[in-house]
């Protein structure tokens, strides 16, 4: 089968490789039909989470399940399906306490309590690197599916793949930085970042009863996608400092909930670089320090961009000043996905209108690039086996 291969930093393309096989009695193979490239995929292919071994990327995918292994019993053969980004077995400890992505079963070689750099990670992840269980991804004609009774969701017939492909990752990783903010509604929502995971959480805070919507990015043309898609106010931090901006909009406290949507690899100056290079960190906490200043007393700050490294400076001495409450991680899909596409098929949420590009999956090197470089308004991209 053709697949989106990570072979070493800057250059994934598009090999042959073996057919994924059953290799569990609880796995079931899809055949892929829609995928998606997401930010985070781009921290492989700059090297900046690392990755020795060749790997199928794609943690964003659906498609029809070809066949099934004889302990499956939720799914058949011919039924369509997204897919959660976490692999879950759906009996351990953390299974069990609705905390997929730390399940204790599916990264058995690099698990573990201490979340370290290289070491004792979480539970695993399709397509995302050895150190999250070296699952093939899903940027591929098929994929192995691990404990398929667990994470995958049948979906409508009368629905697109685009309607419906963000619920394996972006829209519930949104969704989750408004649900842990735990709104009642009339909050003032600041989201730093404007990519895909941003524009889910600017939908999601609408969606819990927001009274405004701030988007900060320096790239234009994504804030003129939020503001098209999502009806926000917008903040280009190349024109204004978005910290004043969000206190002068709040009579100087600052937004009720931030969100980065960012993560480690934001626009850096160079002295920012610099930094980081002699502190051996991994890109920067400049994004966490806004929203930490942005916020309001007692306010909640929601991470949902991913950091892989330790930071100096770190500023808890705000944090504790302040008093705000901190929320992070890699979303639990499985806990959200449900409740999600139901507000996909009732109408009450558009996941499609994000998308920029739709793309053979041939192409793949080349979609991974315009991604990666922000050409041609590059927002989000899909990719068709």
């Known amino acids: 089968m053709k697949a989106a291969v990570f072979h070493r930093p800057g ?4 090999d042959t490789v073996d057919d994924p096989r059953i290799e569990d009695q609880r796995d079931i193979i899809l055949k892929v039909t829609s995928t998606a490239i997401c930010g985070s995929d781009l921290h492989i292919l700059s090297g900046a989470v690392p990755q020795a071994a060749n790997l199928v990327m794609g943690h964003e995918f659906m498609g029809i399940v070809e066949e099934t292994g004889m302990g499956v019993s939720k799914l058949k053969k011919g039924d369509r399906v997204v897919v959660p980004f976490p692999i879950a077995c759906g009996e351990c400890f953390f299974c069990r306490h609705a905390s997929p992505v730390n399940c204790e079963n599916s990264n058995p070689e690099k698990y573990g309590p201490g979340g370290n750099m290289m070491d004792e990670k979480g539970g695993g992840l399709f397509g995302y690197t050895d150190l999250y269980g070296g699952y093939a991804g899903g940027q591929a004609e098929y994929v192995r599916v691990p404990y398929a009774d667990v994470g995958p969701r049948v979906v409508p017939d009368n629905m697109t793949d685009e309607q419906v492909l963000f619920l394996t990752d972006i829209f519930p990783t949104g969704w989750a930085a408004i649900d ?10 600041a989201i730093f970042g404007s990519g895909p995971v941003g524009l889910m959480a600017q939908k999601a805070a609408w969606l819990n009863g927001a009274s405004r919507v701030f988007a900060i990015d ?11 898609v999502n009806n926000v106010e917008t903040i280009n931090p ?13 009579g100087g406290r600052g937004a009720d909930i931030c969100v980065d949507a960012v993560g480690f690899e934001p626009e850096r100056s160079f002295m920012d670089k610099v ?15 806004n929203c930490f200043k942005a916020v309001r007393r007692n306010g909640k700050v929601s991470i949902v961009g991913v950091y892989g490294s330790p930071y100096d400076n770190f500023p808890v001495h705000r944090m504790f000043d302040k008093g705000i409450s901190i929320f992070q991680g ?46 041609d308004d590059c927002v989000k991209v899909v990719l068709k086996p």
């Open 11 to 14: 250059n994934i393309q598009v």
């Open 180 to 189: 842990w903010a735990q709104m009642k509604g009339g909050e003032v929502v």
């Open 218 to 228: 320096p790239l234009q043309y994504r804030l003129n996608k939020a503001k098209l």
């Open 238 to 250: 190349h024109d204004t400092d978005p910290v004043e901006a969000i206190r002068a909009a709040t």
């Open 275 to 289: 930094k980081a290079t002699v502190n051996f960190e991994k890109g920067s906490m400049e994004v966490i320090e």
């Open 330 to 375: 890699q979303a639990p899909v499985h806990n959200y996905i449900d409740q999600l596409i139901s507000l996909v098929t009732e109408g009450k949420v558009i996941l499609d209108d994000i998308i920029s590009h739709t793309l053979p999956l041939t192409e793949a090197p080349q979609a991974y690039h315009i991604f990666d470089k922000k050409e």
